[in-house]
C-alpha cells in the first residue's frame, strides 16, 4: 500500500536565548511563576535578520540532508505558519526559492498551533493520491513579532524557532513505517478565546496575540484527549502501543494531564516547552527532530502527534517511522 513515510527531519532555532529572568526585568512577572505554570524555562527569540522564511528555510535543509535526497526532488512544500514573512505570497514559496526547487506546488496553512498536524495530513492526502512523490512539510514561526510585550499574561509563554520532515510516497506493507491515520478539527465559536486583534481585512495593521489562557487550557486537555482517542480508534492499535507522544508544546501542565487522561506514562512524552517555549506551528516538527537526534526516537517507533490552538483547532496522527 502507499504511505506518506518521515524519512527526515530537521529544525531551526534564532541565535537569541532569552531566559525567564531576562524576561523578568522587562516585564512584571518572576522565573518561578512561569515555571511553575507552564514548565518554561527559557525561548529563543529572532532578530532583525531572522524570519519565518529563513527559520524554515535552514529547517528544511536539515530535514533534505537527514533524508539524504536533493532539493530538486521535492515536488511540494506545504508549510504551516502564522506568521508569514508577508500577507502575501505564501512563505512557503520564499522557502521553494531559496532551496532552488521550482515548479513544483508550495502554500501555507494556517491553523495557529495545530498547523503542522494541517499541513502534515494535507501533504499525506496529496502524496497518497499521487499529485506528489516527495514532500516538505514545515512549521515555523516568528511569534515575537506579534505578542504584546506589555501583556505579561501573553508574552512569557511563546518563542520562535522552525521544524520540518521530508514525507515519500512509498510502497510499504501494512506493518510498515508511514502515517497511519490523522484526525483534523475546528470549532469557530472559540475564536475569542484565542486570536490576534489585527489583520490585513480588519485593521489593517499586523496586530498582537490575545487568550483567555484559563479556558483555553480546559478546552486543550479535552479536545486533545478526544482526537488522540479518536486516531486510535481508525486503527487497531491501543495507547499500550504508542513509542512515542510528540504533542504541540504548549505548556507542561497540559501534556501532563492529557498524558494522564489517556493512562500514558509521562516516560513516553516528548518534553521540549522547557527550552523552546510555544513556537505554535513549528513546536511538533521541532520537539520531533530533538528526539530523533538525540536517539530516542527510532525506526519503527509508533509515534502520536498532537496540538491544539486558536481557531480552535486540533487534530493528532499517528506515524510508524
Ligand atoms: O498554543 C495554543 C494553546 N495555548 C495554550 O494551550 C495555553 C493554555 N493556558 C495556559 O497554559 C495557562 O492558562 C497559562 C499559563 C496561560 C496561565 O496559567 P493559569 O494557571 O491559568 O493562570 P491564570 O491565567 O489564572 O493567572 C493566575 C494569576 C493571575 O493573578 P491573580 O488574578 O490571581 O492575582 C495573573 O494575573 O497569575 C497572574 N499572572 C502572572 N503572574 C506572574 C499571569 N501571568 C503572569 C506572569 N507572571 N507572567
Not at 499521487?130 to 509563554?157: H, Y
Not at 510498515?176 to 478539527?185: E, F, N, V
Not at 510555544?278 to 537526534?293: E, I, K, M, W
Request: with cysteine; aromatic share 4%; glycine share 10%.
Amino acid at each position: 500500500m502507499i504511505r506518506s513515510v518521515i524519512t527526515g527531519t530537521g529544525s531551526a532555532l534564532p541565535a537569541k536565548c532569552v531566559t525567564n529572568a531576562e524576561l523578568a526585568e522587562r516585564v512584571d512577572t518572576s522565573d518561578d511563576w512561569i515555571v511553575e505554570r507552564t514548565g518554561i524555562r527559557q525561548r529563543y527569540i529572532a532578530d532583525e535578520t531572522e524570519f519565518t522564511s529563513t527559520l524554515a528555510t535552514k529547517a528544511a535543509r536539515a530535514a533534505l540532508e537527514a533524508a539524504g535526497i536533493d532539493a530538486s526532488e521535492i515536488g511540494l512544500i506545504v508549510l504551516a505558519t502564522a506568521t508569514p514573512d508577508h500577507t502575501f505570497p505564501a512563505t512557503a514559496t520564499q522557502v521553494q526559492a531559496a532551496l532552488g526547487c521550482g515548479g513544483g506546488v508550495a502554500f501555507d496553512v494556517q491553523a495557529v498551533c495545530s498547523g503542522f498536524l494541517y499541513a502534515l495530513a494535507t501533504a499525506d492526502s496529496m502524496l497518497r493520491t499521487g499529485m506528489a512523490q516527495k514532500a516538505l512539510v514545515i512549521g515555523a514561526e516568528t511569534f515575537s513579532r506579534i505578542l504584546d510585550w506589555e501583556d505579561r499574561t501573553t508574552c512569557v509563554l511563546f518563542g520562535d524557532g522552525a521544524g520540518a520532515v521530508v514525507l515519500e510516497a512509498q510502497d510499504v506493507a501494512e506493518d510498515g513505517p508511514g502515517i497511519l491515520a490523522s484526525r483534523l478539527h475546528a470549532e469557530g465559536a472559540h475564536k475569542d478565546m484565542l486570536y490576534v486583534d489585527g489583520g490585513p481585512s480588519t485593521t489593517g495593521t499586523v496586530g498582537h496575540l490575545r487568550m483567555k489562557g484559563r479556558e483555553v487550557f480546559r478546552h486543550a486537555v479535552v479536545n486533545l484527549a478526544d482526537v488522540l482517542t479518536e486516531v486510535l480508534a481508525d486503527t487497531d492499535l491501543g495507547a499500550e502501543d504508542i513509542d512515542w507522544v510528540v504533542p504541540h508544546q504548549a505548556n507542561a501542565r497540559i501534556l501532563d494531564a492529557t498524558a494522564r487522561k489517556l493512562d500514558l506514562p509521562t516516560e513516553k512524552v516528548v518534553v521540549t516547552v522547557d527550552r523552546h517555549a510555544n513556537t505554535s506551528a513549528a513546536s511538533v516538527p521541532l520537539a520531533l527532530d530533538t528526539a530523533v537526534r538525540d536517539g530516542r526516537i527510532k525506526a519503527g517507533d509508533l509515534v502520536m502527534f498532537e496540538a491544539m490552538g486558536g481557531g480552535f483547532t486540533w487534530g493528532a496522527s499517528l506515524a510508524r517511522m
